[in-house]
């Protein structure tokens, strides 16, 4: 079985930068938001199940996620049921991207999901890798987001575990306080380090 690092971050910690880092480095990264994207394109795994439960959401034969935010925020039920419908499927999917990684001779991956802590998906990764950075360099760069707003940020970081708790909980962080080409460096030497554990857990 390959050596699964969860990577995860607050909203505008940088963590997309660092997921590419990783790739760069060599390492396979599976991204759960890209999954349920691909789930909600048109011939997607998730339209029927979705369509069936919010038949408005479904636009142009895929899951329109405007459409369906308007139907699940706010509705704890509606949420629930959407998770029942997805959730499975973003499993399957990732347990094709192990398989698929495995195959072509990797030991090492990472996945790459958001919300890690918040749905207690840490207890399933081999290592969890943290991605920080200054509460003001965070705040700077979510505000500079096409269409955010200080009240969206706020309700945002309202339903995350606060920074300070996941780095507490992390195996390891990476800061993205410094320049681009420091935190690459960070995560070269992280990919180094991982793969060591990669192997000893083999021998």
């Known amino acids: 079985m390959v050596f699964v690092v969860g990577l995860t971050g607050s909203i505008g910690m940088g963590k997309s930068a660092v997921s590419d880092m990783f790739r760069r480095a060599g390492v396979p990264v599976w991204d759960a938001d890209a ?13 029927a199940g979705v369509g ?25 039920a509606a949420i629930k049921d959407l998770e029942k419908i997805v959730h499975p499927l973003v499993g399957e999917h990732r347990l094709g991207f192990f ?27 081999d290592q969890v890798v943290v991605v920080s950075a200054r509460p003001e360099q965070q705040r ?25 708790e996941k780095r507490s909980r992390a195996d390891h962080v990476i ?9 690459e460096s960070s995560v070269v030497a992280l990919v180094g380090r991982l793969k060591r554990m990669a192997a000893d857990r083999k021998d």
């Open 140 to 164: 700077e760069r979510v505000l500079a987001r096409p269409g955010m707003t200080a009240e969206k940020f706020e309700a945002i970081l309202a339903r995350q575990v606060p920074d300070a």
């Open 175 to 183: 800061d993205t306080s410094t320049t681009l080409e420091a935190t």
């Open 99 to 125: 398989a698929q990684a495995e195959a072509d001779g990797h030991d090492l991956v990472v996945v790459d999901v958001p919300l890690l802590y918040e749905t207690g998906g840490e207890k399933r990764m």
């Open 35 to 47: 999954a349920v994207h691909e789930l909600y394109q048109p011939g997607g795994k998730a339209v």
């Open 52 to 76: 069936e439960r919010f038949p408005s959401a479904i636009v142009d034969g895929g899951v329109n996620r405007d459409a369906l935010s308007r139907e699940v925020v706010g509705n704890e």
